[in-house]
């Protein structure tokens, strides 16, 4: 069935709604960075953390005279976009909303809320597991005859991607459910697939992990297969075939759509 909205816009139109939604993104994020900018000191000591429960007592150094405030402006940013994401998910959601069904317009709750919440688990998990038990690992090639002083910058660029790409890796129960509800993927198609899906969750975490040990690596493949079996189950509880649509269920015109 045509979708009425996408077909009428012209390319130009497209663009310009683009635009204004990723215009909107750049305020939450800016609003999201002043909000946490209040908070930067604490912001700092709760992201040094895993290297504390590391074991990790001494201070942290920097080489550059404007180093520690732009640590502080980096920190509030990155907070800022967990704060900012169920705003960011609302405007990706309203940008392909028109070309849905009108029932499918009704997954914008469990998208934005499953998106959220699987985005704030992946990050969470890295910073109070994953990340302690990687240092700890790295931290036990030293011996006696040599001073870890981690220099602060190289820190965070260390951490902060790590923990986004976590958070990226935790959508997956969430890219599942889109795709069942859409009708491109079923729990059987999941199911034969679950090699493959084990092989992949072992190369991700090669991939993300930033030591090369089986351990962590393991620490992070093995969530990451519970979550595919987690998709596996809402794939079957909420996946069903694309023609299931009703016919009066497409929408001829897009009054009430988000025009903001």
């Not at 493959?196 to 089986?214: C, E, H, M, R």
């Amino acid at each position: 069935m045509a979708r009425s909205h996408p077909d009428k816009m012209t390319f130009l139109e497209h663009l310009e709604e683009l635009r204004s939604r990723l215009v909107r993104s750049a305020i939450y994020l800016a609003a999201g960075f002043a909000v946490c900018w209040g908070f930067h000191e604490q912001i700092f000591h709760f992201l040094t953390q895993p290297l504390r429960r590391a074991g990790f007592t001494d201070q942290f150094i920097y080489t550059s005279p404007a180093e520690a405030f732009f640590l502080y402006m980096k920190m509030s940013f990155f907070v800022g976009i967990f704060v900012a994401f169920p705003f960011l998910l609302w405007e990706i959601w309203a940008f392909i909303s028109p070309g849905l069904y009108r029932h499918e317009k009704l997954w914008a709750v469990p998208f934005i809320g499953m998106g959220s919440f699987f985005f704030t688990v992946g990050a969470l998990f890295g910073h109070f597991l994953l990340f302690p038990l990687t240092f700890k690992f790295l931290w036990g090639f030293a011996g006696d005859d040599m001073r870890f002083l981690p220099r602060i910058g190289e820190y965070w660029s260390f951490y902060s991607w790590f923990l986004l790409g976590l958070g990226a890796v935790f959508q997956i129960p969430v890219v599942i459910f889109v795709l069942a509800r859409i009708g491109l993927v079923s729990a059987g198609m999941l199911l034969r697939g679950w090699k493959w899906a084990i092989l992949g969750a072992f190369v991700i975490a090669a991939i993300v992990t930033p030591s090369a040990d089986v351990v962590t690596q393991s620490a992070l493949a093995g969530p990451m297969i519970g979550l595919y079996i987690l998709g596996v189950l809402i794939a079957w509880v909420f996946g069903r075939k694309r023609d299931d649509a009703p016919d009066d269920d497409v929408e001829d015109s897009v009054s009430g759509e988000d025009g903001s």
